[in-house]
């Protein structure tokens, strides 16, 4: 959700996709691998893997090797094993801006989330697919 000066990307940094779907982010076994390469127990903490046997463990404790009897992931909170409302990895940084708090290792879900290019009528809040709608509209 960070944006740089060459980025084409219309994101307006408004957090309502953070706010709304990231309780539901599900890492893929190559995020997870990457957070365990890079020692990032603060990201890892926030997951549960399930196993083959229905075990649930946190990331955090789990190695490389681990990860091929992994068969799912969910993000919970670390300390009571809740179901989060909010990803926790969202940063506000003024009144109607956010910022994600891990952006170069968000998980690929986050990264390839762009309600403007699939315009998904259900997520009509999103300021960014508003404005390629009237873009849309003036050249038609």
């Not at 959700?1 to 309780?23: A, H, S, V």
């Not at 997951?47 to 190695?63: I, M, V």
């Not at 940063?91 to 989330?113: F, S, T």
Request: charged share 25%; net charge negative.
């Amino acid at each position: 959700m960070e944006k740089n000066e060459t980025d084409d990307e219309p994101c307006e940094q408004c957090g309502l996709c953070c706010r709304i779907f990231g309780p539901g982010i599900t890492p893929t076994i190559s995020n997870v691998y990457i957070w365990m390469e890079r020692g990032r127990t603060d990201i890892l903490r926030w997951f549960l893997a399930f196993r083959e046997d229905g075990e649930p463990l946190s990331c955090a404790d789990l190695g490389p090797e681990d990860l091929c009897s992994v068969v799912t992931f969910e993000m919970r909170h670390p300390q009571t094993g809740d179901y989060v409302t909010v990803c926790p990895f969202l940063r506000r940084v003024a009144k109607q801006r956010y910022l994600c708090g891990i952006h170069d290792v968000k998980p690929e879900m986050c990264w390839n989330y762009q309600p403007w290019i699939w315009g998904e009528t259900y997520f009509n809040r999103c300021p960014a697919l508003r404005a390629q709608q009237k873009r849309s509209r003036r050249f038609d």
